[in-house]
């Protein structure tokens, strides 16, 4: 499962990134973003009429907007058990 | 000696702006870093005895940089900046509430060695998002002054005051000065595994200092439900748009007619008191006529500017740009234009420094290209006066006016322009992938009156400034071209010739009548085009003078230039003016902006190319249309 498919209000763990459907420059600004492997992350708002793009993701206490064409490339799992310590007071 | 300096770094949206108005108060100094046109703020702090110059340095989150701001940031700290001495002491600021990334960027700081102060700001809201903070054990843990402020309630500023007062000293008894970071040093901090290893600690000291943790106050994230909606959110800021414009045109009417009134009655009196001769036409003509004529345009730019400003601190810009971001993409843009874009209406000189945050450099420099397009606070002077002048104040229905329909309909003819071409530019010139859309959203916050005002201020002055000085001078200038030679009154050869037919100016003007005759344009709108090349407010200060010139002779004076073009234009004139000025590239500041943004001549030229063949087209095919409907 990828982020850009991700229903609302759940979530969820970064498992991997394809960084080759990435700029080098948007992939340094997810990282400086906090948006890596084993981040915990929500799907919090989807975009404007039928595109729904983009969307906006909770990542600790930020939110943030991204593209579905970027979050496509960002594969999550279920969290793991210990995931909800790790989870920056979020 | 030179005062110590202190630099305020820190993420975007952690209210290092703020806090930098209120350590230095009205002690700030805006400018540019040479060679980049990133803004360097500058202000100086009292330290007890001694002052300290602090730096506001732009918002970014890693040394690792990815747009201009970030390299300026990541410059100044190492002390690679040009023209900026190396900071004795780095004040990285976090947001109270959302630590975590804040820290990640303080860690890659702290590993440079240098004197740091860490301050948590905004520490009301931690609070109110129900979080207790224990600032101590950042200190305990990171070896270094942790200071709680609140920027807006002036909140522990003299505690903030004070740990720069002991690190300053401290670093200048501490005998073994640490050697600037090289390049390898830097590759070292930066590297993916150094980073793993700060975000793991980042995590650690969030958590750590979290002393307790209540239920959180959803509201922003409730309130984004309504403004990021996917219908609802467009049609809110559709009306938060419109409601802009209309409170432009209703909001200023007021202080307008005083000002109007004010300079009335100077010419008035100078009229009165004075006897007729060159200085008497100077003043009344030249100064009051014409500066006159561009300042009571003053509040309408200050309402203007307080909305942007407002939209900007409260946090909704960047949901503007959300909802903005997939609309921009069909001309091959994204959200991170629209902020700019929107920055454009009030000015476009700060619009095009605001894109240095776009990382794309196509991007960049598309947003650049179409920022002129955006309906600027120095097109209002020139959109009142022809509306006020021609279009009648009446109700459309739902309390909405006609004026304020047409200028919304201006406003919208420079968007559609813009994104027109935008689109075009995309597929020719500035080619290549799309970059995308990657921004973080800050929460929302309650605007900070005083931050509003010091903005407003800044933006007040700038304008009168300009009035002041380009406005001023090209007035001036006009006036005299427009005065002399004087029609040999005694010569009955002459009889009938007006002055301003007679005048330098008046024949400048008359060569270049035949190439703009073809769309619509008289002899006088020729002659004000000229030095609106300066700036587009002069076409108001120019008709003022030419006018008031040739106004001499009558028995009556009218101040009201509106009145007088509605007695000698059409309306398929007026209509073929407007539409001119909603494309025209007439600023001069605008292109050297550009000039200097771009690297080169190359970009503006092709700038000005573009607008002023776009400009000729619309205003040639706005005057035909008007024709043929009868309105000419």
């Known amino acids: ?90 | 000696m030179d005062n110590p300096i202190i630099a305020l770094v820190g993420n975007p949206n952690v209210g290092k702006s703020a806090l930098f108005n209120v350590l230095t108060g009205a002690r700030q100094k805006i400018g540019n870093y040479p060679g980049v046109t990133v803004e360097r703020k500058a202000g100086k702090i009292i330290l007890g005895d001694t002052q300290a110059d602090l730096l506001d340095l732009p918002g970014a989150y890693s040394l690792d940089s990815t747009s201009l701001d970030e390299q300026v940031t990541r410059d100044v700290i190492l002390g690679r900046q040009e023209g900026q001495a190396r900071p004795d002491i780095l004040a990285v600021v976090l947001d109270a509430s959302n630590m975590e990334s804040g820290l990640r960027f303080a860690l890659e700081i702290k590993a440079l060695n240098r004197p740091m102060i860490l301050i948590l700001n905004m520490s009301d809201l931690a609070e109110r998002d129900g979080l207790e903070l224990s600032s101590q054990y950042l200190i305990d843990q990171l070896g270094m002054p942790a200071i709680e402020t609140v920027a807006v309630r002036r909140r522990g500023l003299d505690a903030l005051k004070n740990a720069c007062q002991k690190t300053l000293l401290n670093s200048q008894s501490s005998q073994n000065a640490v050697e600037a970071v090289d390049d390898d040093g830097l590759q070292a901090i930066i590297s993916d595994s150094a980073r793993e290893a700060y975000k793991a600690e980042a995590n650690k000291l969030a958590n750590g200092s979290i002393v307790r943790e209540t239920l959180t106050r959803e509201w922003t994230r409730n309130l984004d439900i309504i403004l990021l909606h996917p219908v609802g959110g467009i049609l809110i800021l559709l009306a938060i748009m419109f409601l802009m414009f209309q409170a432009v045109y209703a909001w200023a009417g007021p202080p307008m007619d005083l000002i109007e009134a004010v300079f009335e009655t100077a010419g008035g009196f100078v009229n009165g008191a004075m006897d007729d001769g060159f200085i008497k036409s100077f003043l009344v003509n030249g100064v009051i006529a014409g500066v006159g004529s561009v300042l009571v345009f003053l509040p309408q730019i200050l309402i203007l500017f307080f909305f942007i400003l407002l939209l900007e601190s409260t946090g909704y810009m960047t949901r503007a740009a959300f909802v903005m971001d997939r609309l921009m993409g069909l001309v091959g843009l994204s959200g991170h234009s629209f902020i700019p874009l929107l920055s454009s209406f009030a000015c476009a000189i700060p619009g095009i420094m605001a894109t240095r945050s776009i990382s794309d450099q196509k991007d960049r420099l598309t947003t650049i290209l179409i920022a002129p397009l955006m309906t600027c606070s120095a097109r209002l002077p020139v959109y009142t006066m022809i509306i006020g002048a021609f279009i009648p104040p009446q109700n459309v229905g739902g309390g909405v006016g006609l004026q304020g329909l047409i200028l919304f309909g201006l406003y919208i003819a420079g968007i559609l322009g813009a994104m027109l071409a935008a689109l075009l530019l995309r597929r020719s010139v500035t080619k290549g992938a799309s970059a995308g859309f990657l921004m973080e959203m800050p929460r929302y916050q309650w605007p900070r009156s005083r931050d509003i005002l010091i903005g407003l201020w800044q933006r007040a002055w700038v304008f009168l400034r300009r009035a002041g000085t380009i406005i001023f001078t090209a007035t001036v200038v006009l006036w005299l071209l427009l005065t002399y030679p004087k029609v040999p009154i005694n010569d009955p050869a002459y009889a009938g010739v007006s002055q301003v037919d007679y005048s330098i100016a008046g024949r400048i003007a008359g060569t270049i009548e035949p190439v703009v005759q073809p769309i619509g344009f008289n002899r006088d709108i020729a002659l004000a085009l000229i030095p609106a090349m300066a700036a587009r407010e002069v076409a108001v200060a120019a008709l003022a003078t030419a006018y008031a010139i040739d106004g001499d002779n009558e028995d009556q004076v009218s101040w009201q230039l509106g009145e007088r073009l509605a007695g000698k234009w059409s309306l398929a004139t007026a209509l073929a003016f407007l539409a001119w000025f909603v494309f025209a590239p007439q600023c001069i500041s605008t292109i050297a902006v550009t000039r200097r943004e771009t690297n080169g001549w190359k970009w503006p030229i092709f700038m000005l190319t573009y607008l002023f063949a776009l400009a000729y087209v619309a205003a040639a095919a706005t005057y035909w249309s008007a024709v043929a409907f009868g309105l000419g």
């Open chain 1, 1 to 90: 499962m990828h982020l850009d498919t991700l229903p609302l209000r759940q979530k969820m763990r970064i498992s991997s990134i394809d960084w080759t459907q990435i700029s080098d420059n948007e992939g340094r600004r997810l990282r400086a973003l906090g948006i890596e492997s084993g981040a915990i992350i929500e799907a919090l708002h989807r975009g404007i009429l039928f595109w729904r793009d983009p969307l906006a993701v909770r990542v600790g206490r930020m939110s943030i907007a991204m593209r579905s064409k970027t979050a496509a490339a960002i594969a999550i799992e279920a969290m793991l058990e210990n995931d909800e310590d790790n989870v920056s007071h979020g």
